[in-house]
């Protein structure tokens, strides 16, 4: 159960964290690429992408350590 | 407000009374893999959908996002019906919810408000709806033992109504004490130990109204917030899996020993179920405890965030 909070919590601060940034850099995040296209629209999938690459990174972490200890 | 609610709950009670037996008569059924029993109902989520709609039609008198909800929350339940009673390409399941999706980016006005931010500059809604086939299939990943989706369930639409409350949204409110009222009748048939299973019908169902709900009102950041588990938990079932798969086709990370459930170290699966056990093994109702304790813990950080922005006048 700490390996699920922790995990839990730890996203739930980092993707907080992520709208504040956002907030902060609003005025970058709004300029136009091209077209309708904005910086902010590529920031938001590349955060997406990293985001899920977080947990993930972080749950093989704790995972390893779990069945490290079981050996 | 109270009457629409009330009314989902008890259809969806009665309709249990009825539909639970009916299941088990017709063969709708299946294994539970916890208790080693056969023959336990498999599409009890029908019990929410139907009461959920109910509470939803007497809402549209008065309230016009009702009915657009309805309709696509139906209409995504019903795919989830027709998958548990015949089986429906994986495909057809993540595309019909994305299809759905576009449909009502075009019929409704959609905004995308991000908490701290505000208004997302491109207004168009396009990435809010998305949440639809994606909350609806992270819902559908994270249904383990019983009892957890309706409560889940539950907790995720009261954050929703808190924070819709703050920003004064008293049709939402309305609209998702339906959805907890239809979840709650859904928990009376499913909470351990289960007379019936909720089902792609219910994970669909459940997963589709929250979802809609939160497009139509603006309200989809909180639903990341507050739902966290289920959005960590499909990402870590579609990184390790390699993609979005039907939960039936996932080999379960965990395996099963006298009742308790351990974590399969030889499994390059990762899931929110397998990281609850990875410190101890657990029974099937410790499991639904500490999955049920995640779900509140992210819903009440939520609701303390929006009242957070609310106090500080920035953006909820």
């Known amino acids: 159960m700490k390996k699920a909070l922790l995990l839990l919590l730890s996203s739930y601060a980092v993707l907080t964290a992520l709208f504040a940034a956002a907030a902060v850099l609003l005025p970058i995040m709004k300029r136009r690429i091209f077209a ?36 | 407000m109270l009457i629409e609610a009330a009314s989902a709950f008890l259809t969806g009670v009665l309709f249990g009374r009825w539909w639970v037996p009916y299941q088990k008569r017709r063969g709708i059924t299946s294994r539970d893999i916890y208790k080693g029993i056969d023959g336990v109902p498999r599409a009890g989520g029908l019990i929410a959908m139907v009461g959920a709609a109910v509470g939803y039609v007497l809402a549209s008198a008065s309230v016009a996002a ?58 168009t809604g396009w990435l809010a709806v998305l949440a639809i086939p994606v909350m609806t299939n992270a819902f559908n990943m994270l249904d383990p033992v019983n009892g957890f989706l309706p409560v889940a369930n539950v907790v995720v639409a009261a954050a929703l109504a808190a924070v819709a409350a703050l920003r004064g949204q008293i049709d939402a409110v309305r609209l998702l004490l339906v959805h907890i009222a239809a979840s709650l009748a859904l ?89 609850v056990v990875a410190d101890k093994p657990m029974e099937e109702y410790h499991i639904f405890k500490a999955l049920s304790a995640t779900v509140l813990i992210s819903s009440a950080l939520t609701t303390a965030l929006a009242v957070l922005l609310k106090l500080l006048s920035l953006p909820i």
Not at chain 2, 94 to 114: G, K, N, S, W
């Open chain 1, 36 to 71: 309708g296209l904005a910086v902010g629209d590529v920031t938001l999938i590349i955060a997406i992408l990293l985001y899920g690459l977080f947990i993930y990174t972080t749950a093989l972490l704790l995972i390893r350590v779990s069945c490290k200890d079981r050996r």
């Open chain 2, 187 to 275: 928990y009376l048939y499913n909470r351990y130990p289960a007379k019936t299973f909720n089902g792609n019908v219910g994970s669909y169902f459940l997963g589709a109204s929250l979802s809609t709900l939160a497009v139509l009102y603006d309200l989809v950041p909180y639903l990341i917030l507050a739902g966290l588990p289920f959005v960590v938990n499909g990402a870590l079932i579609i990184f390790s899996s390699g993609g979005i798969k039907g939960r039936e086709k996932i080999a379960r990370p965990t395996y099963l020993r006298n009742g308790v459930v351990y974590q399969d170290c030889s499994s390059p699966i990762v899931s929110l179920v397998r990281i």
């Open chain 2, 66 to 123: 009702a009915l657009p909800l309805l309709v696509v929350a139906v209409a995504v339940g019903l795919l989830g019906l027709l998958d548990d009673l015949r089986g429906v390409d994986e495909y057809a399941r993540v595309l019909f919810p994305v299809f759905l999706a576009f449909v009502l980016a075009r019929a409704a006005e959609v905004r995308l408000t991000i908490p701290m931010v505000g208004l997302f500059y491109g207004a």
